[in-house]
C-alpha cells in the first residue's frame, strides 16, 4: 500500500514562528502536492512539485515556501506564520503525469495563536 | 467563475434512496475527472473514475458530459456508511505536469 507520511497531526505555533510541514511518500512518485483544505474553501493548492527540486506554484502560494531535495519528500516551510494559516494541510503524491490518484498524506492540524 | 463547482449540500436522504450529484467545471481543455470521498476528520481517498462513456462501480456511476462541462455520480440504494462529503477532480495536463483541481465537496447524510 502507498503511505504518504505527514511528521505532525497536530502543531500549535506563534505569529511569526518559522513552521516546517514535512511529507514523506514510499511509493516512487513524481509528483507530490501541498494543499490547506478549510471549511467552505474546500482544498486548495499552494504548491506542487513533479520532480525532485522542481517546483511550481498552486493557486495560493503567498506566505509558503517548499522544498523537494529527495523524490520522498516534500516540505512546507511557513517562514513567519499568521493567524490566518491556522488550518489542515495535506500533502498528497501521484506517480505521473497521467493519473488522477492522489494518496493523501492524514493531515497537520495548524494552529497560529 | 470558480475552476470546479460543487454544490455543499447538505444532501439529506433516508437508507435505500438514490442520490445525485453534479459537478461543473470552467476550463474545456481538462481531461480527467474523478470523484474523491473524504469521511469526518479523515484524508480523501479516490471513489472512482469518471470517463466519458460512464462508468459504473456496484452501487455507484459517474459520468462526463463535456458539451456542458459537468461530472455527476449517481449512488443507489443509499447506505449509512455512504455518509461523507464527496469531491470532485479535474485535471488539466499542462507543460508536463498536472494541474489537479478539487471542488468545494458536497456532503451527504444518510440517515436510518
Known amino acids: 500500500d502507498v503511505k504518504v507520511t505527514q511528521s505532525s497531526r497536530y502543531l500549535v505555533k506563534r505569529t511569526g514562528e518559522k513552521v516546517f510541514l514535512e511529507c514523506v511518500q514510499d511509493?516512487?512518485?513524481?509528483?507530490m502536492f501541498w494543499y490547506r483544505q478549510d471549511p467552505g474553501l474546500g482544498l486548495r493548492l499552494i504548491y506542487f512539485?513533479?520532480?525532485?527540486?522542481?517546483?511550481e506554484k498552486g493557486d495560493i502560494p503567498e506566505g509558503y515556501s517548499v522544498s523537494r531535495e529527495k523524490k520522498e519528500r516534500f516540505s512546507l516551510i511557513l517562514e513567519s506564520a499568521s493567524t490566518n494559516q491556522t488550518s489542515m494541510y495535506l500533502c498528497?503524491?501521484?506517480?505521473?503525469?497521467?493519473?488522477?490518484?492522489?494518496?493523501f498524506g492524514e493531515g497537520s492540524r495548524l494552529t497560529v495563536l | 467563475r470558480k475552476e470546479v463547482e460543487q454544490d455543499p449540500g447538505p444532501f439529506n436522504v433516508p437508507e435505500g434512496a438514490t442520490v445525485a450529484f453534479n459537478c461543473t467545471y470552467s476550463?474545456?481543455?481538462?481531461?480527467?475527472f474523478f470523484w474523491y470521498r473524504q469521511d469526518c476528520r479523515k484524508e480523501p481517498k479516490l471513489l472512482m473514475s469518471?470517463?466519458?462513456s460512464g462508468n459504473e462501480d456496484g452501487r455507484f456511476t459517474a459520468q462526463l458530459n463535456r458539451a456542458s462541462q459537468y461530472i455527476s455520480l449517481l449512488i443507489r440504494d443509499s447506505k449509512l456508511s455512504d455518509s461523507a462529503t464527496y469531491l470532485c477532480?479535474?485535471?488539466?495536463?499542462?507543460?508536463?505536469?498536472?494541474?489537479?483541481?478539487f471542488g468545494t465537496g458536497t456532503k451527504l447524510q444518510v440517515i436510518p
Open positions: 469518471v470517463y466519458s
Open positions: 477532480v479535474v485535471i488539466l495536463n499542462s507543460g508536463g505536469y498536472q494541474k489537479v483541481t
Open positions: 498528497a503524491s501521484s506517480e505521473g503525469a497521467n493519473t488522477g490518484e492522489l494518496f
Open positions: 511509493m516512487d512518485h513524481e509528483n
Open positions: 476550463n474545456s481543455a481538462s481531461q480527467s
Open positions: 512539485s513533479y520532480d525532485v527540486k522542481m517546483k
